[in-house]
């Protein structure tokens, strides 16, 4: 009764009712949600401190920068998150449900504010690719078609419900996209603030909300043991010097009987991709996947090659699906 009545004692002001209706709608910063409301960043900035501790906002942060959203209460979210405070999760979604039906005309400006604000996200995200779509677009040809590899990834992780997903080095959020409707919560980590612009606005132009993304360091994560029932590493365990580790911290992150996707290259011989592109390893042997796994205490199930339909100069590269699973 005590954290119900805190909660709705931190929502009864109007600024802070804003808040919380434009929080649901995604994670945004003090800067962006000053621009919206038109007020002084200390004052946005004690409103949010005090909706945080009720636990009806969470709160992380991402490099010099803090993104706040409305309270998720779910452990899979809680990265650098104080976790003794109130979950008022339920309470927070609640308010909003009510005061959005009302035609509140501050709340239909902040709306209209909010959408200008995405836009010059999604601009910014669409700029960032454009610079580096040559280099991606260079990859991709080297190997079978996206839209096939994206098949055989629902195929793989459709099989079974997932209530929570985390994508390990998430970059544009594709991983995100492609399941968003298979599972009930979604976070992609990434360590690039840049990377996590581009999945945010991909995300937005989806209409996703039952998926984030967090910045983060794959090799050291502040996430709980046992906290998603699918992992997946998807075209990054390449760029590691350490990829049993990454493993390892995978493994960490399943819930008994979870799965565990890694998508990435077979071995091949293509060393511009070490020398132009920053690949650490030119591809893995299932044998060798499997020794990783199994050392950190998963098994394997499934191994998929995705060679190019026909091999030549152009194409060389194999995709390919691995699958573990935890014990109990």
Known sequence: ??????????????????????????????????????????????????????????????????????????????????????????????????????????????????????QIRTEAASA?????????????????????????????????PVEDLIDLGTGTGHILRLLSDHVVQGVGIDASREMLAMARANLEEGGIQNCQVRQGNIFSLSLPQRCADLVTLHQVLHYFADSRAAIAEAARLLSPKGRFLIVDFAPHDLEFLRQDHAHRRLGFSTDEVTNWCEGSGLKMVDAIHLPPSIESESKKLTVTLWLARAGE
Not at 128 to 154: C, M, Q, T
């Open 1 to 118: 009764m005590e954290t119900v009545i805190a909660g709705l004692k931190a929502a009864g002001e109007p600024t802070r009712l804003r808040l919380l209706r434009l929080l649901a709608d995604g994670a945004l910063t003090v800067t962006e949600l000053t621009h919206i409301l038109g007020q002084s960043q200390p004052r946005v900035s004690r409103h949010l401190k005090l909706l945080t501790e009720a636990g009806l906002v969470d709160r992380f942060p991402e490099g010099t920068w803090v993104f706040y959203q409305l309270a998720s209460g779910r452990q899979l979210t809680d990265v650098q998150q104080d976790n003794g405070k109130p979950d008022n999760k339920d309470l927070a979604r609640t308010i909003v449900e009510l005061i959005s039906e009302a035609a509140d005309p501050l709340m239909v400006r902040d709306q209209e504010r909010l959408e200008i604000v995405k």
């Open 128 to 160: 960032y690719f454009r610079a580096n779509a040559n280099d991606w677009g260079a990859i991709r040809a080297l190997h079978v078609s996206e839209a096939k590899v994206d098949a055989a990834i629902r195929d793989l992780c459709t099989a079974e």
